[in-house]
């Protein structure tokens, strides 16, 4: 799997999941993530019918996150896996059609273990704090999730509180790829809320 820079997830969005991947798909986003923790299972498969609906046929890959019965199930590009969900081998077994799978990485040495299951990505963070997890891991820090970067053979995308005010010390660090939540998921305009950021990573990797 090659580099693909801006990695949204959208949890919660204010203008809703199909505004909000409208958008990702306008601005031409190489990743869009549906995660929609605690919901009832009806309701993901019908909202991730939707977002698989917006993407097909676009540049845009679809990722579910958590649930590759559900990924499976809507025809999705791929699934996101965390430390205690199934193994990456074990999706790829039950659920051949999954073209992609991440798993999240939390620390150097699940970074590490990572590289035996050969993800087709992973995720490092939390870079800063975040309030969209329940019970947050502990933060990771810039410094370590670059060095996580550069520990795997694959590409890995730091996730975390990442926002306008401190992409620029993001990309600066010599991190790819990049995922944003809450400054596009809290805007009630996503598509300017993308560009923005958007414009800004462009600026920051030209300094």
Known sequence: MEDFGFYLVITDPVAGYSKCCEAA??????????RMKNAPREEI??????MRRI?????????????PAI??????????????????????????SLGIVGLSTHNPGQAHDAIAQQPDYIGTGPCWATPTKAIPDPTLGLDTAAAMHKLVPFPAVAIGGID??????????GIKNWAVVRAVCKSSDPYAAIRGLLAIAEEAAQC
């Open 45 to 50: 498969v019908a909202t991730a019918r939707e």
């Open 71 to 96: 990924a499976a199930e809507v025809g999705a590009d791929g699934v996101h896996v965390g430390q205690g969900d199934m193994k990456v081998a074990e999706v790829r077994r039950l659920f051949p």
């Open 25 to 34: 798909v306008k601005a031409g986003l190489k990743i869009v993530q549906l």
């Open 55 to 67: 993407t097909l046929g676009t540049a845009t890959k679809f990722i579910v996150n958590d649930d």
């Open 164 to 173: 306008s005010s401190n992409l620029p010390q993001v990309v600066k660090a």
